[in-house]
C-alpha cells in the first residue's frame, strides 16, 4: 500500500477574525486545501478520488453509489 512520506499533520484552516489579515489567510488556506483535493496542486498522490473516476476504473458500478450522495440524493 502507498504511504505518503509527506508530513500529514499541516495546520488547519485559520480561523478568520474580524481583521483582514486572518480573513485573508483563511481564505488562502481554503483557496489550497480545495486545489490540493482537486489535483490543482500539489502531489498527484494527495488528489481527492471521485465516484466518477472509480466508474471510469472500472471499480464500482453506478448502481453501488450510495443514494444519499451527491446532487441526486434528493431525486432518489
Known amino acids: 500500500m502507498f504511504k505518503s512520506k509527506r508530513n500529514r499533520k499541516q495546520p488547519g484552516i485559520p480561523h478568520p477574525d474580524a481583521n483582514l489579515a486572518a480573513i485573508h489567510a483563511s481564505l488562502v488556506a481554503a483557496i489550497e486545501a480545495v486545489e490540493m483535493l482537486q489535483g490543482q496542486r500539489g ?24 443514494p444519499d450522495v451527491g446532487a441526486d440524493r434528493l431525486r432518489r
Open 43 to 66: 502531489s498527484a498522490y494527495d488528489c481527492a478520488v471521485t465516484w466518477g473516476d472509480l466508474i471510469v476504473l472500472g471499480l464500482v458500478q453506478e448502481g453501488d453509489i450510495p
